[in-house]
């Protein structure tokens, strides 16, 4: 049974390859193009932050929600702003779903899902915050800003970076995608399946607290559950909405506001599983 379920995890993993490594030499060309774009648009948004940090947060590049918890932790953006970052962010889970082959129809779907209530979610916490505050807004705080975290490499190392991130990713894939076909193999689909997928409030429950791991191993776990059938839409969303990839782990670095961070966290965690029951309650699936 061991040697079967190795021999399946390597077939699996090397037809995603070319797939993977394409996805990332577009990505690490978008971000190389347009990430610092990004953030100026960011820093002039205003009340619209939200609306911004939705849209922007959705385009797979690496290191927009470690940067935005810069630009937060200098009060450069407002926390609806850095919300709706967040929520839209999707990590790992674009070249994932591409190096599946899922329709490009779901794939934008589910993107613009997140976006929405990513958006929603800014736009609500801002006028809540603006109405507490009663129009006075903070001050800039640029000292507690550090460099914003980045993949490290140059406009001509796109081609290398790509294959580091190609390489690390297939790695994360390949064990995931080990231990899920142990899993199965000893305990069975369908029982992992009614476990988890088959209850409509423990499935985002669940789904949400793995979307807090601040690492992109997350969200690629997040969607090979979906892909393998154990995870349902809303769950899948659930855990994609709390996640936000390296975010949460530079705001814990860089905003010295501990009890802040933890709400903001906590916030994360309510909206993405909440959504994420709707969805299942409601039978949104894609």
Same mark, same amino acid.
């Given at each position: 049974?061991a040697?079967?379920?190795?021999?399946?995890?390597?077939?699996?993993?090397?037809?995603?390859?070319?797939f993977?490594?394409?996805?990332?030499?577009?990505?690490?060309?978008?971000e190389?193009?347009?990430?610092?774009?990004?953030?100026?648009? $960011?820093?002039?948004?205003?009340?619209?932050?939200?609306?911004?940090?939705?849209?922007?947060?959705?385009?797979?590049?690496?290191?927009?929600?470690?940067?935005?918890?810069?630009?937060?932790?200098?009060?450069?953006?407002?926390?609806?702003?850095?919300?709706?970052?967040?929520l839209? =962010?999707?990590?790992?889970?674009?070249?994932?779903?591409?190096?599946e082959?899922?329709?490009?129809?779901?794939?934008?779907?589910?993107?613009?899902?997140?976006?929405i209530?990513?958006?929603?979610?800014?736009?609500?916490?801002?006028?809540?915050?603006?109405?507490?505050?009663?129009?006075?807004?903070?001050?800039?705080?640029?000292?507690?800003?550090?460099?914003?975290?980045?993949?490290?490499?140059?406009?001509?190392?796109?081609?290398?970076?790509?294959?580091n991130?190609?390489?690390?990713?297939?790695?994360?894939?390949?064990?995931?995608? *080990?231990?899920?076909?142990?899993?199965?193999?000893?305990?069975?689909?369908? =029982?992992?399946s009614?476990f988890?997928?088959?209850?409509?409030?423990?499935?985002?429950?669940?789904?949400?607290?793995?979307?807090?791991?601040?690492?992109?191993?997350?969200?690629v776990?997040?969607?090979?559950?979906? $892909?393998?059938?154990?995870?349902?839409?809303?769950?899948?969303?659930?855990?994609?909405?709390?996640?936000?990839?390296?975010?949460?782990?530079?705001?814990?670095?860089?905003?010295?506001?501990?009890?802040?961070?933890?709400?903001? $966290?906590?916030?994360?965690?309510? =909206?993405?599983?909440?959504?994420?029951? *709707?969805?299942?309650?409601?039978?949104?699936?894609?």
């Open positions: 049974m040697t079967d379920v190795i021999v399946d995890t390597l077939l699996d993993g090397i037809k995603l390859l070319p993977l490594f394409i996805t990332y030499l577009i990505m690490e060309y978008i190389h193009k347009a990430g610092n774009k990004a953030q100026k648009i $960011m820093q002039k948004s205003g009340k619209w932050g939200p609306v911004f940090g939705g849209a922007l947060g959705i385009v797979p590049q690496c290191g927009f929600s470690a940067a935005a918890s810069n630009l937060y932790a200098g009060r450069i953006i407002t926390l609806g702003t850095l919300i709706a970052i967040f839209s =962010t999707s990590d790992e889970m674009v070249p994932v779903l591409i190096s082959q899922v329709p490009f129809q779901i794939i934008i779907k589910i993107l613009m899902i997140k976006m209530i990513g958006i929603f979610a800014g736009l609500v916490i801002d006028a809540l915050i603006q109405k507490w505050k009663k129009g006075n807004g903070e001050k800039l705080r640029i000292e507690h800003m550090c460099e914003h975290q980045r993949c490290h490499c140059s406009e001509g190392k796109i081609f290398k970076s790509a294959i991130h190609t390489m690390q990713i297939f790695s994360f894939i390949l064990i995931i995608t *080990f231990l899920l076909n142990l899993a199965i193999a000893f305990v069975g689909e369908d =029982t992992l009614a988890i997928s088959g209850r409509a409030i423990l499935g985002p429950l669940f789904a949400g607290l793995v979307g807090l791991i601040p690492n992109c191993a997350s969200s776990i997040l969607t090979q559950l979906y $892909m393998e059938g154990i995870l349902g839409a809303g769950s899948m969303l659930a855990g994609l909405l709390a996640g936000s990839g390296v975010g949460l782990l530079v705001l814990f670095r860089v905003n010295d506001n501990v009890r802040e961070n933890g709400t903001i $966290m906590l916030l994360l965690y309510l =909206t993405g599983s909440a959504s994420g029951i *709707f969805i299942e309650l409601m039978n949104l699936g894609f």
